[in-house]
């Protein structure tokens, strides 16, 4: 028998087993860990969760970015720009989910180091489905400034008169920042942990993890700034 549309089957949960727990996968999610008999330190565990917990905000990111990409090509920005101010929430959550870091100190994290082999975080699946998603999202907006016939600037100098292109670039700047901002944020642990000196755990040298804290995704709205900066000096405004 074909079941009618919206159709939601509820299972049952398994005896001592609440509808919440077995809707969350908690039997599964919370045997992810390294049992506590097996920790080579304290600190391990909550080296884990911080990074499991990295994981899977990556993935609602990346599932966000993928609908905000079809949202624009489909000139819905209103609801493009909705999910991209909850996809900037997220980054934000995740610089404070790395601060739970700080509680280590660089000699416990030592104690365990080893178990990480060559493993780096720039080897994460979600943080690089992150820099495969994001830069293509410029290409999806500027499509709509030049199916508009207008350029950054344009947006930029009539703001009122394009106020959800405004608000959609400043949120891709938002976005952009905070990533900046994580990536710093990143290094300054690393460096807090191991020191400038080194050799990071996957092998990179920390001056050139350093050098990507100047990495962006979206140049253009970036050097917009300089252009309406220069403009407003020919004006005398500066």
Same mark, same amino acid.
């Given at each position: /028998?074909? +079941?009618?549309?919206?159709? $939601?089957? $509820?299972?049952?949960?398994?005896? !001592? ?6 809707? #969350?996968?908690?039997? *599964?999610?919370? @045997?992810?860990? +390294?049992? *506590?008999?097996? #920790?080579?330190?304290? =600190? ?14 990556? +993935?609602?990111?990346?599932? *966000? ?32 989910? /790395?601060? /739970?870091?700080?509680? /280590? @100190?660089?000699? =416990? ?39 508009? !016939?207008?350029?950054?600037? =344009? $947006? ?12 959609? &670039? *400043? ?16 290094? +300054? ?7 400038? &000196?080194?050799? !990071? ?13 100047? =990495? ?7 050097? $917009?700034?300089?252009?309406? @900066? ?9």
């Amino acid at each position: /028998m074909s +079941k009618a549309p919206g159709h $939601v089957e $509820v299972r049952r949960p398994a005896r !001592g087993e609440s509808v919440y727990a077995r809707y #969350l996968r908690l039997n *599964e999610l919370l @045997s992810l860990q +390294k049992p *506590e008999e097996e #920790l080579a330190h304290h =600190d391990e565990l909550q080296f884990q969760i911080v990074h499991q917990v990295f994981e899977l905000w990556w +993935k609602e990111t990346a599932f *966000e970015l993928r609908s905000i990409s079809r949202l624009l090509r489909d000139a819905h920005l209103s609801e493009a720009l909705r999910l991209l101010q909850r996809v900037i929430r997220i980054q934000y959550l995740l610089l404070e989910n /790395m601060r /739970m870091l700080e509680t /280590m @100190s660089p000699w =416990d994290f030592h104690a365990f180091r080893q178990l990480l082999a060559g493993g780096a975080g720039s080897d994460s699946p979600g943080y690089r489905e992150l820099l495969r998603l994001s830069p293509p999202l410029w290409d999806d907006f500027r499509s709509l400034l030049d199916a508009a !016939g207008i350029s950054l600037r =344009d $947006v930029y100098l009539s703001a009122e008169r394009y106020p959800l292109l405004h608000a959609f &670039a *400043e949120a891709l700047i938002d976005y952009d920042e905070v990533m900046q901002t994580f990536r710093f944020r990143h290094y +300054k642990l690393a460096e807090r942990m191991i020191g400038s &000196a080194t050799t !990071g755990t996957g092998g990179t040298p920390m001056p050139l993890l350093e050098r990507t804290i100047h =990495d962006v995704f979206y140049p253009e709205l970036w050097e $917009v700034r300089n252009q309406l @900066s220069t403009l407003a000096q020919e004006q005398g405004r500066i």
